[in-house]
């Protein structure tokens, strides 16, 4: 047990483990705790973890799957790539050092033909996790709240709640680094990433870097967890929503603007969740290389002192 947990880390336990146990307990809700819980183990606490933490690892890697399927081709587009801005926000002397070394080292892109059809359909899966994610949570509750008053129906209303995130989108677009996509050092350097991450296994503040990598999965996950959940819900509601639901048909009055609020409230946090996930993906490639040239460095210098006389 003890090696187990050895073995485990941060990327294991955020971008894994606490997404997946969240959507198992959404999806199941009330039924999960009895089918998991009560019905076979008379209230055994540590039986029911035991088995989350096995359907949670499970349901998170299918999740994490998911998400290293779009990010990989969302990532060929050079301006949605954080290895982009992160060889950009380095110094240009540096950076051309990296080149020099690592320039044999690059990765062949897929054909033309190949990579524009991974972008588009990349594009396009991001923008439906993204929209079901935020744009479907008023129509699952609707659903929820019409399967338990027939009067209740959907009003497209409701969606004027998603200017934070539309707002947050065009505000990360238009404030982004003015640079050059095609820059041929930046290109090289960003090409050869599989190499210079192999470079540094047991090199530079890994902790750090694995950190970062955790917590960019752990938002990237949860958005497409929050995405899977909507789209369940539309054929049926889970319990969280049922009970929101309720509340919110309790308050009396105009559900449209209760429902509208609450749509601005989850936009911001969906956006702000967007925001972090490319921030952290930046500082890991950032760190990766700042890494990089002080290894380099280090090595040009210890090579100098042996060739003193």
Not at 2 to 7: A, C, D, H, V
Request: charge should be neutral; aromatic fraction near 10%; charged fraction near 20%.
């Amino acid at each position: 047990m003890t090696e187990l947990f050895k073995e485990l880390n941060i990327i294991d336990i955020l971008g894994i483990g606490v997404p997946g146990c969240l959507l198992v307990l959404l999806l199941g809700g009330d039924q999960t705790a009895a089918l998991l819980w009560a019905d076979q183990f008379q209230g055994n606490v540590l039986a029911f973890a035991a088995l989350l933490l096995v359907a949670g690892s499970l349901a998170g890697m299918l999740i994490q799957e998911l998400g290293d399927l779009i990010e990989k081709g969302l990532w060929l587009i050079p301006w949605l790539d954080p290895k982009v801005y992160a060889a950009n926000a380095v110094n240009s002397t540096d950076l051309a050092k990296v080149k020099e070394k690592v320039e044999k080292h690059t990765c062949a892109e897929p054909g033309k033909g190949k990579r524009l059809l991974a972008q588009c359909l990349s594009a396009v899966a991001a923008l439906l996790v993204v929209g079901c994610a935020v744009a479907l949570l008023p129509v699952a509750i609707w659903t929820a709240a019409a399967a338990a008053d027939d009067a209740v129906w959907f009003d497209p209303k409701a969606m004027w709640g998603l200017w934070p995130l539309g707002a947050m989108l065009l505000a990360a677009l238009l404030l982004r680094p003015k640079m050059d996509f095609k820059d041929d050092t930046i290109k090289t350097v960003r090409d050869a990433n599989p190499y210079l991450q192999t470079c540094l296994v047991g090199h530079g503040n890994t902790s750090k870097r694995t950190l970062f990598d955790g917590w960019r999965f752990v938002m990237r996950n949860l958005i497409l967890v929050l995405s899977v959940t909507n789209l369940a819900s539309l054929w049926k509601p889970v319990d969280l929503y049922h009970r929101v639901a309720h509340m919110l048909v309790g308050k009396g009055g105009d559900m449209t603007g209760h429902l509208s609020w609450l749509i601005v409230a989850f936009s911001c946090i969906v956006g702000l969740m967007l925001v972090r996930y490319y921030h952290y993906a930046y500082l890991r490639y950032k760190y990766s290389l700042e890494n990089y040239i002080h290894m380099i460095t280090e090595d040009e210098e210890a090579k100098a002192k042996g060739a003193r006389p």
